[in-house]
Structure formats: structure tokens, C-alpha cells
């Protein structure tokens, strides 16, 4: 059982290491994480999967690049994109307009789009799936029970262990108390312990008889025929 519960601490505290790496690490250096929620990239970057994108400089764009941005409000969608660019015109003084399409949809998008900032988000990187995780995160229940039950296994493990470790401390003081007694100093709870025993029933013996006052005289008496007794 002992087993078993580190194995299972061990993985929960391996998984939110690796989540929360995977949330901050990106962000320390640079890189924007979306959340891919349908399945126009699938193929590249299926439903669920978070993508990491770096910014560059705009006019570096080319035909190819996968970037993530706001669809123009003609074109009826919400939210943030994340389609490859299919094709880039030159509009001269007006800049460039740009046309994407998902790499699992037949056609390109419907609608025509320029970039108005300096700097463009382009995928970098992907992770499959992950975004199951995160979006997970969003829920309250979920996030309690993610964040907290580490910690909740992380007290109970080092309470078990401190509780161990007093009662190792406890036996090993006793041990070298007994160690430094004399054994005369046994001797008296020895002796106690004798007088409590109980006392053997001594068995009597039975009375001798009582010595004859007078033996019989060894003379032997016989009978005279005159009725009287006289020595033989």
C-alpha cells in the first residue's frame, strides 16, 4: 500500500510539474499559447492541441506560415484563427492582403484580411492534445481537485513520515535508557518480585505414636497348679 502511494504521488506530482512547465516555461520566453478548438488543422494540429507562437516581424510573412489572428468582422467568425496563409497580395500603397486556408478544409477561407500591427503571431511549435488539460483548468471543480489533491497527498506523506520517524526516535531513547541502567539497579524490582510469589502450602506430618510407659518383663510366667504364681 505504502508502494502503491508514493508510485500514485509520484505521477501526480510528475503531471502538474510537467503542466505547469508547460504553462510558464513557454511564456518566460517569448511564446503566446492558443488552444486549438476545431478541426481545421487537423492533420497538423488536431482538435485539443495547444500551439506556441512567436512573433515576427510582419513584413517577414510568407506563403506557408501558419499564424493565429482576428478575423475581419465581415467574414461572421469569433474568436482567434489559426490557418495557414494560402496566399499574400501586394496592394502597393495599401499593403498586403492576405488569404488563408486549414490545412483538413477543401477550400481556402471566404474572406480577405490585412495585418494593421508591426509584429505577427506564427506557430512555432505544437503539442498534441495538451489543450485538454488547460481547458480542463478552466472549470473550478476540476482546478481544485488538480492543484489541491498534490498537496493533500504531498502533507499526508510527510505527517506519515514525521509520525514514523518520532516513534523510531522514541524506541531508540528508550532503548539507550535501559542500556545505561546497572544491573544492580534490577536487582530490587528482582527481589519484589520474588516476595510476590505466592508462598508453598507446607505439607504436615503426620504425629508419631506415644512410647509405651512400661515393656513387658522378659520373665516368662507360668501357672502352678496351686492356683498361684511363682518364678520358673
Request: include cysteine; charge should be positive; aromatic fraction near 6%.
Amino acid at each position: 500500500m505504502r508502494v502503491v502511494r508514493k508510485v500514485l504521488s509520484g505521477v501526480i506530482v510528475a503531471a502538474g510539474l510537467c503542466l505547469a512547465a508547460t504553462m510558464l516555461l513557454p511564456v518566460a520566453f517569448g511564446y503566446q499559447r492558443y488552444v486549438i478548438t476545431s478541426g481545421s488543422m487537423t492533420g497538423t494540429y488536431d482538435q485539443g492541441s495547444i500551439v506556441f507562437d512567436k512573433t515576427v516581424p510582419t513584413s517577414d510573412l510568407e506563403v506557408g506560415d501558419v499564424i493565429t489572428y482576428s478575423p475581419p468582422p465581415s467574414s461572421g467568425e469569433t474568436g482567434l484563427i489559426t490557418h495557414r496563409i494560402y496566399s499574400i497580395k501586394n496592394h502597393g500603397k495599401d499593403g498586403f492582403s492576405y488569404r488563408t486556408k486549414g490545412d483538413a478544409n477543401p477550400t481556402p477561407d471566404p474572406w480577405r484580411f490585412q495585418l494593421d500591427q508591426p509584429t505577427q503571431a506564427t506557430v512555432a511549435f505544437a503539442i498534441p492534445y495538451l489543450g485538454y488539460g488547460i481547458a480542463a483548468l478552466s472549470v473550478l471543480p476540476i482546478r481544485m481537485i488538480i492543484i489541491g489533491l498534490p498537496a493533500l497527498l504531498i502533507a499526508i506523506a510527510l505527517i506519515a513520515r514525521m509520525w514514523r520517524e518520532a516513534g523510531e526516535e522514541a524506541r531508540a531513547r528508550n532503548a539507550a535508557i535501559l542500556a545505561r541502567q546497572p544491573a544492580a539497579a534490577q536487582q530490587p524490582l528482582q527481589r519484589v518480585q520474588a516476595q510476590q510469589q505466592p508462598v508453598q502450602p507446607v505439607p504436615v506430618q503426620p504425629a508419631q505414636q506415644p512410647v509405651m510407659a512400661a515393656a513387658q518383663s522378659p520373665q516368662t510366667l507360668a501357672p502352678s497348679s496351686q492356683g498361684g504364681a511363682v518364678p520358673s
